[in-house]
């Protein structure tokens, strides 16, 4: 296995001009602001965060549906640029989190597999069917199941598909924007053993956005946080999990239910919600719902330092 | 006496290609003070039941009981009239969609007031009074400020506090929580829950969660009733059911628990839950058990006594561990 990363970020920037109404002028929400973080061949990278954390269009931005505003995205040591995306789509592909939206309902699951092939490459039609028909036997779904409809399958089922017609074009990095989160407990275990078997077998790289931390502590290798478009903490699983060292990933991990009655709860309750991402605080976006928040939070920004596991806090928890 | 009393109720809807059967025959009681939580997949049966309960299933249903009484009233038998002034006063129902909820139309002051207008009859100004002590009470900062607002100027979490402020306004005596918190953050979850456990304390009353989510089970409840395709399969209290489920559904669904995972790959559930046309004769879960054999696959098991967790199994789990214990 190697080790050498597929794809890098640097300095990843999203801006959106949001229009301030009729007669003001608009405003720049800043969704992503400023993200590192490299991607390796068989290794799952775990993004969570909350709702408007910007996981998602972290996402959009990896699987070339959006451009980044400022910042470098490689991929192969080739830079992501809008010129290139036509050849570079094929390496990177995405999942999405409602299988019931995302196929469509008036095609054969046979189309859908085909169809990237239809679109990227020159492959004669008999190799096409082939191919899709071994990818539905890779995904654990039936011959039979090539000429149906999506609406004839289960939401497992269907995410299954998703994934197969994800792997149509042998992509290098898998983007999986929660792909279990409309799955019910039953179905979402075999999906996950669906993802990790085939990230064995075909070394892939995943980028895996999700909120759920107790699929995130399964799957990932790696794990960045995201708070308000930045990340507040980034590092190994084990250590992220055993020794969290920002206080919003510590709060996270007390406030998520765990499953087993016996244990002592101890949640830090966070007061207030998530501001909006148009007025994100001066200093530590954080600061304002922090316990530990001092002047010095509110005034700076603290940086996300360098290193395997590290915090952007001024103050983090369980130092040394 | 319980507070809320079940006995075989069972739901049948209409639908173009026949009768499908979304909660079969459940015996439920739930008792003042108490958390009870059921947990169940989709197409469980746990919202329809309840729903049945408030007397809130559309036309297309047919619910049917050997007896649902609740704080000495038959709700079978009741009038809608009489019904009107149990439900939202004494009987309270928060529902999992804040933002479909809630009335666009009208401020989230005007909604929680008409509940203390129409149930306890108050003037407007002990209305206001009331309704700024609510909001208190659950969390919204600025009360005064937040009533005269519309329900999309405010958060998902902010509507779903509105959404508690309204349940509680009367004080009921058991409030039905019906995934209060799926469609918000943990952060927000773990206030939410919180709260609800508060006010379980402070009032008294009893707290129906309805939850998908073995986590806020494992956190919140006290006693845990487990469905399946419509049946309930298992109740347990919470400690016993995390440690020695008996239906093997339940250990099952426990396994398939990410966060209980101890290799690579998780143990899963084969199949799926069975659907209007594919019914199973005998028990229900034997497609998808592994432990079931020839008789479970024709006959529906019976449900078994209270010290093995009311499972409906002929082959229940973790027997041993219980005549020894």
């Not at chain 2, 995972?261 to 659907?275: C, F, H, K, Q, S």
Request: hydrophobic content about 40%.
């Amino acid at each position: 296995m190697t080790d050498t990363p597929v794809m890098q970020a640097k300095a990843l920037e999203r801006h959106y001009d949001v229009s301030g109404g009729f007669l003001k002028k608009s405003r720049v929400l800043k969704a992503v602001g400023g993200l590192d973080f490299q991607v390796v061949p068989g290794k799952t990278l775990a993004v969570v965060g909350e709702s408007g954390c910007g996981k998602s269009t972290l996402a959009r931005m990896v699987a070339m549906i959006e451009e980044p505003t400022k910042g470098t995205l490689t991929l192969d040591g080739k830079d992501v640029l809008p010129e290139n995306w036509a050849d570079q789509r094929k390496d990177v592909q995405i999942v999405f989190q409602d299988p019931y939206g995302s196929l469509n309902p008036r095609q054969r699951i046979g189309t859908i597999l085909m169809e990237p092939l239809v679109i990227n490459t020159t492959m004669p039609k008999a190799e096409r069917e082939a191919k899709a028909r071994d990818m539905l036997k890779l995904v654990g779904l039936r011959p039979e199941h090539f000429d149906r409809y999506p609406h004839m399958f289960s939401g497992g089922q269907r995410q299954r598909i998703a994934v197969a017609r994800a792997l149509m074009l042998d992509p290098k990095v898998l983007v999986l924007d929660e792909p279990v989160s409309a799955l019910d407990l039953s179905i979402q275990s075999a999906i996950l053993n669906l993802l990790l078997g085939l990230q064995d077998r075909l070394q892939l790289a995943y980028l895996f956005i999700s909120h759920d931390l107790g699929v995130v502590r399964h799957v990932a290798d790696e794990l960045i946080v995201m708070y308000l478009g930045r990340a507040v903490e980034k590092g190994p699983k084990d250590a992220l999990f055993a020794a969290p060292k920002h206080p919003y990933t510590v709060a996270l991990l007390s406030a998520t239910p765990q499953a087993d009655p016996t244990k002592d709860k101890k949640r830090i309750k966070l007061e207030g919600e998530l501001p909006s991402p148009l007025s994100v605080p001066d200093g530590c976006p954080f600061a304002p719902r922090c316990w530990k928040a001092q002047p010095k939070c509110r005034a700076e920004r603290p940086e996300l330092g360098t290193g395997a596991h590290t915090a952007a806090c001024f103050f983090p928890e369980n130092e040394g | 006496m319980a507070l809320l009393r079940i006995r075989n109720l069972t739901v049948e809807f209409a639908t173009a290609s026949g009768r499908f059967r979304a909660v079969d025959s459940v015996d439920q009681d739930v008792d003042t003070g108490e958390i009870l939580a059921i947990v169940g997949e989709s197409g469980s049966g746990k919202s329809v039941s309840m729903l049945a309960v408030m007397g809130l299933l559309p036309w297309t249903a047919k619910v049917t009981a050997d007896e649902i009484t609740f704080d000495g009233h038959d709700l079978l038998r009741i009038d809608n009239r009489a019904r009107r002034r149990i439900i939202g006063k004494d009987l309270a129902m928060i529902f999992q969609e804040p933002m479909s909820s809630l009335n666009p139309c009208f401020t989230v002051g005007w909604q929680i007031k008409e509940a203390l207008r129409f149930h306890l009859g108050m003037d407007r100004r002990a209305r206001h009074a009331r309704a700024v002590e609510l909001f208190e009470q659950v969390g919204i900062p600025d009360p005064e400020k937040r009533l005269s607002a519309f329900p999309h100027q405010l958060s998902g979490g902010m509507n779903q506090r509105v959404m508690i402020a309204m349940a509680i306004a009367c004080k009921p005596k058991l409030l039905i929580a019906d995934e209060p918190t799926t469609a918000l953050d943990v952060t927000i979850q773990a206030q939410i829950l919180d709260l609800l456990a508060f006010l379980r304390d402070e009032s008294g009353m009893g707290l129906v969660l309805i939850t998908h989510d073995m986590g806020v089970v494992a956190e919140t409840a006290e006693r845990v009733s487990v469905q399946y395709a419509g049946q309930k399969v298992e109740e347990q209290s919470v400690v016993d059911l995390f440690s020695t489920p008996h239906h093997p559904y339940t250990a099952a669904l426990l396994d398939a628990l990410p966060e209980r995972a101890t290799e690579r790959l998780l143990p899963t559930i084969p199949g799926v839950v069975p659907g209007q046309f594919d019914r199973p004769a005998g028990c229900l879960f034997s497609p998808r058990c592994k432990f079931a054999d020839a008789r479970c696959k024709s006959t529906p098991p019976p449900v078994l006594g209270p010290d093995l967790g009311y499972a409906r199994c002929f082959y229940p789990l973790n027997t041993d561990e219980r005549i020894a214990s």
